[in-house]
């Protein structure tokens, strides 16, 4: 059986105006996702993530390297008939209503006029889009959640077998937000395969199988969502830690993260080590305030690798510093 | 073709539902209903006034249309995004386009029709009590050439879209609409030029360039006195001319799209 999708040193190059040099998009990506995983695709603004699914939709071409979906180059149109796609806030035709525009999708399908309207009801009582009100209501009355419901209605509409969904959480209320998530593990359940880009990375950590982390173009990491997140560790919070403590904790141990100036550290979750650490702030006048086991979070994991500070909205910037707190560890602190 | 259908009847209640391409079109009737008012003249010269004007007007009114209409066809789904949505599905390329290109046509076509029946009806009115009137139905061929001659004008402006902006396209269209419609004026040229350059240069125009010209039925029916030899080979040489030309131009737009990136 051919991977679902299978891409081989694909590169994506744009041109800037007025200069020689390009933007590398995608840079020398490779990645194969098999049938029915349901894969992470995560990066920071201008990753490359948008632009890796249009070439795998055969909207764009890619510079150099190929990339197959479902056995066949990207953009073929057979294949087309068994898969999906969610655009990023997507757009439709702004006069119609939700019942409408999945209608005009169906029938893209080849689907006839009134099967094509008996499947769209369908999908649009599914989505949550089926009271009297919103039935009536044109996309251009409709706000950012409605639409990406419209968005998922008309990505069902053919039972796709593989489903490209970029950032189909972002920006939507804690209901929908969950709403999205659960029809999405539907999905997984049913044996879908799924190439989901976000950078909502609580959404992707409970729905995927696997996940790769993609920076500037480049993959930086790829891996089983358990395997990237193993590696338990303890935040253990001190108050009135007296310089010698933190001489003593820097040797016992050397790769602990200190999350923020007041006195949480993070350290490997190991009794031993852990035992250590208490005796020493015994011993050195250091309050213990509490001692917290923690798994890894893919939060971590991702601004490790990005190398930045994430915002709320999931944006990164500023200096790269491996072991600076994550900004929900930081507001826990203050 | 069921896609092809579909996007073409999308087309055609978006277009429908545009404002200005309305405006054009009542514009058209009004002043096709003003040129009913004349009374200064003897009835003879107010109905070839009021045909030769009416023809003038909608072909007037249906240059804006089309124009207007076709530069934006494609550009504005690609601006909007709804092309992506579109292209995932299983659409050819060359589908989606022929698609927005029929439903513009229809679209053109409508607004043609309703306008030449206001012109039909008003040069009805006017022969009531003539004597030995006209078939006012004889206006349909002119009213076909008119619609042939737009829908060879789509097809130029469709062509352009898929790579000039809407801007650049709608004065380059409107340029070669002109340039084309003085053909008889271009051949000359091409015959009398002063060097070869110059003769080779308006050939090339000449033979390029779409000839919009050629379309004017309005001469032969507003002055009956010059004859056209006949008028069934008249009629069939340019519906020819107009699908094939638009065909070239369609096959030409496909293989563009085709590598374009939306
Ligand atoms: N049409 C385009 N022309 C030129 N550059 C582009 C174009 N589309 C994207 N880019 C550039 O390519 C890079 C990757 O963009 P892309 O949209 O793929 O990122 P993304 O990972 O989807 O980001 P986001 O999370 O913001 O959606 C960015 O630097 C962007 O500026
Ligand atoms: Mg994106």
Redesign the interface.
């Known amino acids: 059986m051919p991977a679902a999708i299978d891409i081989k040193n694909l590169y994506k190059q744009y041109p800037v105006p007025l200069k020689r040099e390009a933007v590398n998009a995608v840079d020398n990506l490779t990645i194969k996702i098999e049938e029915g995983e349901i894969f992470g695709f995560l990066g920071a603004n201008g990753a490359g993530k948008t632009t890796t699914i ?1 070439i795998l ?5 890619p510079t150099q390297g190929e990339a197959s979906v479902l056995g066949k180059p990207a953009g073929d ?2 294949t ?2 068994k ?3 969610l ?1 990023e806030s ?4 702004e ?1 119609m209503t939700a019942a409408e525009v999945v209608t ?2 169906a ?4 689907l006839k006029r009134e099967d094509a309207k008996k499947r769209a009801e369908e999908l649009v009582d599914f989505v949550g889009l089926g009271s009297k009100s919103d039935r009536n209501k044109r996309i251009s009355e409709f706000s950012k959640g409605m639409r990406q419901r419209v ?1 998922i209605a ?1 990505s069902l509409i053919n039972n796709p077998t593989l489903l ?1 969904y970029d950032e189909p959480t972002s920006g939507l209320d804690a209901i929908a937000r969950r709403d999205i998530r659960d029809l999405m593990l539907q999905l997984k359940e049913q044996g879908k395969t799924m190439f989901l880009s976000s950078h909502q990375l609580e959404d992707v950590e409970k729905v995927c199988h696997r996940v790769s982390v993609i920076h500037k173009g480049k993959l930086r990491t790829i891996g089983l969502v358990d395997e990237l997140l193993a590696g338990e560790r303890v935040d253990i919070t001190v108050s009135g830690a007296t310089p010698s403590f933190n001489e003593r904790l820097k040797t016992l141990a050397p790769e602990a993260n200190v999350l923020g100036g007041a006195g949480t550290f993070n350290v490997k979750d190991d009794a031993g080590l852990v035992a250590q650490i208490i005796d020493t702030a015994r011993a050195e006048n250091t309050r213990i305030i509490s001692i917290i086991p923690k798994r890894r979070t893919l939060e971590d994991l991702f601004v490790n690798i990005v190398g930045g500070r994430l915002t709320d909205e999931g944006s990164i910037e500023g200096a790269p510093d491996v072991n600076r707190v994550s900004a929900n560890k930081y507001k826990e602190l203050n | 073709m ?2 092809i259908l ?2 073409a009847g ?1 087309t055609i209640s ?1 277009a429908l ?1 545009r404002k200005v391409l309305n405006a054009f079109l009542l514009g058209g009737v009004a002043v096709l209903a003003l040129t009913f008012m004349f009374g200064q003249f003897t009835a003879r010269q107010e109905l070839t006034l009021i045909r030769g004007m009416g023809l003038g007007i909608i072909t007037l009114a249906g240059i804006f249309i089309t124009v207007i209409l076709s530069i934006n066809l494609i550009p504005t789904e690609i601006e ?3 092309i ?9 390329r060359w589908e989606f386009l022929i698609g927005k290109w029929l439903g513009a046509i229809a679209t053109i076509g409508v607004n043609i029709v309703l306008m030449g029946v206001v012109l039909i009806i008003a040069v009805a009115l006017k022969q009531i009590g003539a004597e030995n009137p006209s078939n006012p139905l004889e206006l349909l061929k002119g009213i076909l050439m008119i619609f042939l001659q737009m829908v060879l004008l789509c097809s130029v402006a469709v062509f352009f879209s898929v790579f000039l902006t809407p801007l650049v396209n709608f004065f380059l269209t409107l340029s070669l609409f002109i340039i084309g419609n003085m053909s008889s004026f271009t051949q000359d040229l091409a015959k009398t030029g002063s060097n070869i350059l110059v003769k080779g240069f308006f050939t090339v125009v000449h033979y390029l360039v779409p000839n919009f010209g050629n379309f004017q039925f309005t001469n032969p029916l507003v002055n009956p006195a010059v004859e056209v030899k006949s008028e069934l080979l008249f009629l069939t040489q340019n519906c020819i001319y107009g699908l094939v030309y638009s065909a070239v131009l369609l096959i030409l737009a496909v293989l563009i799209f085709d ?1 374009r ?2």
Do not use: C, D, S
């Open positions: 249009k939709l055969g909207l764009i071409y149109i057979e087309k008939h898969i999906a796609y655009p997507p757009y439709f035709y006069h005009f999708y029938q893209l399908f080849g968005g008309q490209f | 069921n896609a579909t996007i999308n978006e539902r909007r995004r709804t992506y949505t579109i292209l995932a599905k299983p659409v050819n590598r990136e939306v």
